[in-house]
């Protein structure tokens, strides 16, 4: 057991000094994504939630974040469980990139989680008219109409009244 023991503080120890170097790159250029997706990846393998958490809400700070940095932090979020910081990156992307059909219909999906239907209903009204206007283009593309209809995720809207006049356009 004392063996156990020694090893675990050993690979703390080693595992410290990998890390430290990333933190350094990290604190000197605070608005790279690729170093801090990496840091906040590698703190979330060694089950590090709080200093993965930490990293990325000091990155989430930076206003001028493009669409691939929002989606990675979203799907950061996702992965640590932290559904209200995933609804306010979700928010955010649908501003800089409001075509993006999948960004609104994801962010309808944790509005409802977070118990927001009017909200969804509204990012639903973006989602699925985007949708259904690209299946008309691209008619093999991703249907988020008829997702919407056997998603779990939307039983709670579904018989909302502008739920089903939104999905008969």
Sequence with gaps: RGDNVNLAAQYVAILDKLIEPMEQQVKASPSNAQLVFGLVSVY???????DAL???DQFM???KLDALSLLTAAQAYAQ???VPKLAGVLS???QLDANNAE??????SVQISLGKQDEAMQSLNHALPLSTQRLARQPGAKDLVAIALS???FASIRLRPEFQKLIAK
């Design 103 to 108: 960004a609104w219909f994801d962010l309808a």
């Design 151 to 153: 998603d779990p995720r």
């Design 54 to 56: 930490r990293v990325l």
């Design 92 to 94: 955010r992307l649908v």
């Design 80 to 82: 640590m469980g932290q």
């Design 61 to 63: 700070t930076d206003p």
């Design 44 to 50: 979330l393998q060694h089950k590090r939630s709080p």
